[in-house]
């Protein structure tokens, strides 16, 4: 009973997150909407069950930033709603981010001097699938294993789809489990990422001592509106009269 009124508690926060993105892509005329529907499931699976007093999240993706800012205004910060993050700690922005690429160096960085300095609390990092292509996440990769940060943990929204395409069309990225296992990383798959069940399981599954960690959470861009679902042209672009009509009939919103 408990599980199933925590799964529809977190059912309703998710509807009511993407009413706001929406409403604020509206207003700031702008929207990376696929991306960022993609991953609200997984932003509040950590913010309401999973992240620690000393835990610390960085979003790499963040043209995708809408709704993290919604999120933690919510909590009485105040971060800049933005497309691009700027770091920004006092109100839970732990670096610049943007550029894709950039955010797994950073957060192994500070998992490798949390290491060091024997503090405590994990580092949790989302990217896009589409930066398991960047050179620089390889390179974290073998870092992040050799250094054994068993306190970074990496999860990849996995919608398969990379800017205004698809990711087997563009540069295809397949047995990611196997790549990052020859790597030296626990790694556990989420079938339903848009399932909170499924995603509190996977973040609970037992955590390798020595080894850093790797989620590939199986995601559907512009999951929440049924016309806008797994279509490429959702990266980013302006809303229409008609798809904010469509929009808002979707979401619930008056």
């Not at 292509?133 to 250094?147: D, F, P, R």
Request: with cysteine.
């Amino acid at each position: 009973m408990k599980s199933k009124k925590k799964e529809l508690k977190l059912q309703n926060k998710a509807k009511k997150l993407r009413q706001e993105t929406f409403k604020a892509f509206i207003k700031k005329k702008e929207a990376h909407l696929g991306g960022s529907f993609s991953m609200i499931e997984i932003l509040l699976t950590l913010y309401e069950v999973i992240m620690k007093k000393n835990d610390k999240f960085i979003l790499s993706k963040s043209h995708s930033s809408f709704p993290m800012c919604l999120l933690l205004k919510e909590k009485g910060l105040n971060p800049q709603l933005t497309t691009h993050l700027e770091k920004d700690e006092k109100n839970g922005i732990h670096c610049t981010t943007g550029s894709l690429g950039h955010g797994l160096p950073i957060s192994t960085g500070i998992a490798f001097a949390r290491k060091k300095l024997q503090k405590k609390g994990n580092i949790y990092v989302l990217m896009s699938d589409g930066e398991c292509q960047e050179g620089t996440t390889w390179e974290s990769l073998l870092i992040g294993a050799k250094h054994k940060l068993d306190n970074l943990i990496v999860i990849i929204d996995y919608n398969k789809i990379q800017a205004l395409t698809r990711l087997k069309e563009a540069l295809p990225l397949k047995s990611l489990s196997s790549k990052f296992r020859s790597f030296n990383w626990n790694c556990i798959n989420i079938k339903n990422g848009h399932s909170f069940n499924s995603l509190i399981t996977g973040f609970k599954k037992k955590k390798i001592k020595g080894k850093p960690t790797i989620l590939i959470v199986n995601t559907i861009k512009g999951k929440g509106i049924k016309e806008f679902e797994n279509d490429p042209i959702w990266h980013a672009r302006k809303l229409n009269d008609k798809e904010i009509k469509i929009g808002k009939k979707r979401l619930g919103i008056q």
